[in-house]
Nanobody, 119 residues
Framework: QVQLVESGGGLVQAGGSLRLSCAAS????????MAWFRQAPGKEREFVAD????????SYADSVKGRFTISRDNAKNTVYLQMNSLKPEDTAVYHC????????????WGQGTQVTVSS
């Protein structure tokens, strides 16, 4: 049984910080690339950041570059998203997702954690 469980969301004022966690089970975590997506009410799902399964290289959406950092701890089967300098437009449900090695499709998804940034 594969599970991706996000935590760490909440309500924060603009300019504040949150760290999201995604704990994985049921997969060989070190063989999966991991990513964060977000979806605001009435909007399409948006890519936020990803981290490679092999060399931990990262990529980010332009909207979060310089503010967010994705990282992983394979010993803990956990991927993180450190979010700094939060803006109201960051408000969304944040989901983590997993793609096996060099495949391009995210086949496993978490249920999400709500991030709300007040002005």
């Amino acid at each position: 049984q594969v599970q991706l469980v996000e935590s760490g969301g909440g309500l924060v004022q603009a300019g504040g910080s949150l760290r999201l966690s995604c704990a994985a089970s049921g997969i060989t975590f070190s063989r999966f690339g991991m990513a964060w997506f977000r979806q605001a009410p009435g909007k399409e799902r948006e890519f936020v950041a990803d981290i490679n399964w092999s060399d931990s290289s990262t990529s980010y959406a332009d909207s979060v570059k310089g503010r967010f950092t994705i990282s992983r701890d394979n010993a803990k089967n956990t991927v993180y998203l450190q979010m700094n300098s939060l803006k109201p437009e960051d408000t969304a449900v944040y989901h983590c997702a997993a793609a096996h090695m060099n495949r391009h499709s995210y086949v496993y998804w978490g249920q999400g954690t709500q991030v709300t940034v007040s002005s």
